[in-house]
C-alpha cells in the first residue's frame, strides 16, 4: 500500500486508497522520467500520485520531473503539498464531491496548475502559485458544473489568468485574493461573486 512508499525517485504511481492518508513527511518525491514522464507539456504522462477516491496526501514536496503530478479521484485533501516545479500540470480532478487543497504552493508550470476534468466542488486554501500559464482550467469546451471556492489565495507572474472555464454552471467564489503581474483575473462565462 501507499504507507510502504520511499521518498525519492518514482517509477510507479503511488496509489492511496480511500479511508487512507499519506503523510510525506516533508520529504521530496519525483518521477522517474521513462515510466512516469519527463514533465514536459507532452499530455499522457503519470501522476506520482494517485488518490482514490476518499484518499488523502499531506506534507510531500514535488520535485522535477514531476509528470502529471497528483491525480484526485474525489473527495480528497491535498494538505501542505508543495510543487517546487511542476510537470505537465500540477493536479488532475478526475471524480466529484469535494476536492480540498489546503496550504502548500507550486511554481514553474508552463500552463496550468488545476486541471479540472470532472464536476466537482474545488476548494482551494492559503495557497501560494508563482510563475504559471493559470491556476485552475475546466477542461477546453466542456460544460459541466462546477464549483470552485479560493480562500487567500496568492497568484504571482501568470501568462493569462486565475480561473479559466468554458462552462456557463461553472461558479466561482473567492475572498481574499493577492495577485502580482496576472493579465486578467478571469475567463469565465459567469460573474464570480466575493464570499
Ligand atoms: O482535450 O482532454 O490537458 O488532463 C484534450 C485533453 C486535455 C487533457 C488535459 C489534462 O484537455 O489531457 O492534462
Ligand atoms: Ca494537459
Ligand atoms: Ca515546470
Ligand atoms: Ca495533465
Known amino acids: 500500500s501507499a504507507t510502504s512508499a520511499k521518498a525519492g525517485v518514482q517509477k510507479s504511481t503511488i496509489v492511496i486508497k ?5 503523510d510525506g513527511k516533508g520529504q521530496k518525491f519525483w518521477a522517474d522520467k521513462n515510466t512516469l514522464g519527463d514533465g514536459s507539456q507532452k499530455e499522457g504522462q503519470k501522476p506520482i500520485f494517485k488518490l482514490e ?4 496526501l499531506k506534507n510531500v514536496v514535488i520535485s522535477a520531473p514531476a509528470a502529471d503530478g497528483v491525480h484526485c479521484y474525489g473527495d480528497n485533501l491535498v494538505e501542505n503539498v508543495v510543487w517546487e516545479d511542476i510537470g505537465e ?10 476536492i480540498e487543497i489546503k496550504g502548500g504552493s507550486a511554481k ?4 496550468k496548475c488545476f486541471q479540472i476534468n470532472s ?15 493559470k ?3 475546466q ?3 466542456k460544460t459541466f458544473k462546477l464549483a470552485i471556492y479560493l480562500d487567500n489565495v496568492t497568484v504571482k507572474n501568470a501568462k493569462e489568468c486565475v480561473v479559466r472555464s468554458d462552462s456557463s ?6 475572498r481574499n485574493l493577492k495577485t502580482s503581474n496576472v493579465p486578467k483575473l478571469w475567463i469565465l462565462k459567469t460573474t464570480p461573486k466575493s464570499y
Open 119 to 133: 464536476s466537482c466542488t474545488f476548494k482551494v486554501s492559503n495557497f501560494t502559485a508563482d510563475t504559471i500559464g
Open 135 to 137: 491556476l485552475i482550467r
Open 108 to 111: 514553474k508550470g508552463d500552463d
Open 89 to 98: 500540470d500540477a493536479l488532475t480532478v478526475k471524480g466529484g464531491g469535494t
Open 18 to 22: 480511500g479511508g487512507e492518508t499519506f
Open 139 to 141: 477542461n477546453g469546451g
Open 53 to 56: 477516491k476518499g484518499a488523502k
Open 169 to 174: 454552471s461553472c461558479n466561482v467564489y473567492y
